[in-house]
């Protein structure tokens, strides 16, 4: 009989670290970024020693992704530096700049279920017409190149979500729905569930 081998070859080890990220990896990922976020928080730091430790492990988060970057569909840059990362089934992780009271602020924001291309066009009549405030509205989507703006739909495991018809070349807004204290899901004509429309992409990292 053959006998078990108790590690995994290099084939298999080169397997695994090639394989997609799913959301469930995301998530332990972002958990364990949390705990060490706190970690920090509970220790006696203050002011710029504070916003420079936790800039320092936003940094290190961002470079744990970056250097797994084959595991996620795609990756890319937009015009105020926010990096975002998209997992093979649509979910999205956002790392956003700004600029702080002790200097450049850098953090990861909540995941987001799906993530969409529009045009700065259209970006500015969602905002204009306000579509996202009531459901029938459409929004043109593109697709995924260098000035395309990313469109984010509902924050994961949020108890709202936007209800939405992926169209070809479109997306119809239909309504809301929401899980009750009971589980149960129902349906609703306001729109809530959480959005995001970015700035226009100026690096395509994959």
Avoid: C
Wanted: aromatic content about 10%; charged content about 40%; cysteine-free.
């Amino acid at each position: 009989m053959e006998k078990i081998r108790e590690k995994q070859n290099p084939e298999e080890k080169e397997r695994e670290e090639k394989k997609m990220f799913s959301i469930l990896d995301l998530e332990e990922l972002t958990k364990k970024h949390k705990e060490e976020k706190d970690k920090i928080w509970d220790a006696d730091y203050h002011g710029r020693e504070l916003f420079e430790k936790l800039i320092e492990e936003e940094k290190k988060f961002l470079e744990e992704l970056m250097e797994s970057k084959e595991r996620f569909k795609k990756i890319f840059k937009t015009e105020k530096e926010s990096i975002y990362f998209i997992l093979e089934t649509g979910e999205s992780l956002r790392f956003k700049r700004s600029n702080g009271e002790f200097g450049e602020k850098l953090k990861s924001q909540p995941v987001l279920e799906r993530v969409f291309f529009i045009s700065e066009e259209e970006a500015e009549r969602i905002k204009k017409e306000h579509l996202l405030e009531w459901p029938g509205g459409t929004i043109n989507i593109i697709n995924y190149r260098v000035g395309a703006v990313p469109f984010e739909l509902n924050v994961y495991k949020y108890p709202s979500k936007i209800v939405f018809k992926e169209e070809e070349n479109s997306l119809k807004i239909i309504g809301s729905e929401f899980v009750n204290e009971d589980g149960k899901i129902s349906q609703d004509e306001n729109l809530s569930g959480g959005y995001h429309i970015g700035h226009p992409i100026t690096e395509i990292i994959k």
